[in-house]
């Protein structure tokens, strides 16, 4: 009996030293969303919610999602958004985090987006791809980038090659008040995305909200693939500099 006993608290103690080893083990797994469970239907709900909290009226097609292997486990989401805006269907590539650590009340079951909506976040820090697609599509934004696009003129460098033009969505400008009051009067009016649209480039352009970006590609000379981090940066600050000193005046004054 006492044989029988010692057994039975052995086992008792093993299993809790077991216990001990596998916890932070399978916390980490936890914490790196090796538990996660959610089905599409689930995910597409909760994409619905975010658009229709911000008031979108578009449709979501999920094209996929996939473990959130992070600190915060869950799921991404992957999919397109599509509006119907003046009679034709444009659409913007949307990505959402989707939270299912239960130990995380605020987050539990929803998307970013959601938070964001939760937290007041303003619609484009939620959707900064329908931001950039209200800019991108409305009135005069092709023509404003074609005119930029067209002002500079390549100097025809060797290890330095202008390819062309795009622009940023800044929502960190010190002016966003004024986007705000813009898309305050188009929801007013019931425009579209949700009064991200249209949206005057030049405007923005000039309140340091649309911000254009010129890219450019640096091919190394033979004889400096071999130089150091700091020194290829020289070598591209001096062949930039080499490139805009090469156009005329009023073109780099006007692209600055």
């Known amino acids: 009996m006492k044989k029988g006993l010692l057994i039975g608290c052995l086992s008792m103690v093993i299993l809790f030293a077991i216990f001990i080893i596998l916890s932070p083990i399978l916390a980490m797994m936890d914490m790196w969303g090796l538990f996660a469970h959610a ?11 975010s658009y229709e909290n911000y008031g979108l009226t578009g449709q979501f097609e999920l094209e996929k999602y996939e473990k959130n292997y992070t600190s915060v486990g869950g799921f991404v989401i992957h999919g397109t958004y599509s509006e119907n805006i003046d009679g034709k269907i444009y659409q913007a590539n949307s990505r959402f985090k989707y939270y299912t650590r239960a130990s995380e009340k605020e987050t539990y079951r929803k998307t970013d987006a959601e938070v964001d909506y939760e937290q007041n976040k303003k619609i484009y820090h939620a959707f900064p791809e329908l931001a950039y697609l209200g800019i991108e599509i409305s009135p005069g934004t092709s023509e404003f980038l074609k005119t930029l696009d067209t002002s500079i003129t390549d100097p025809k460098m060797t290890a330095l090659k202008y390819e062309g033009i795009d622009f940023q969505f800044n929502s960190k400008s010190g002016n ?18 949700q009064g991200m649209y249209p949206m005057d480039v030049q405007y923005l352009f000039q309140k340091d909200i649309f911000i254009p970006e010129f890219q450019f590609r640096y091919y190394t000379p033979e004889d400096k693939k071999d130089q150091l981090y700091d020194a290829y940066l020289e070598d591209l600050e001096s062949q930039m500099k080499e490139f805009f000193s090469a156009i005329n005046p009023y073109q780099a004054v006007f692209m600055l």
Do not use: P
């Not at 089905?39 to 919610?49: D, I, K």
């Not at 966003?176 to 995305?193: F, P, V, W």
């Open 39 to 49: 089905s599409r239907n689930e995910l597409e709900q909760a994409v619905h919610r």
């Open 176 to 193: 966003m008040y004024l986007y705000d009051e813009i898309l305050e009067e188009n929801q007013s009016k019931g425009q579209a995305l």
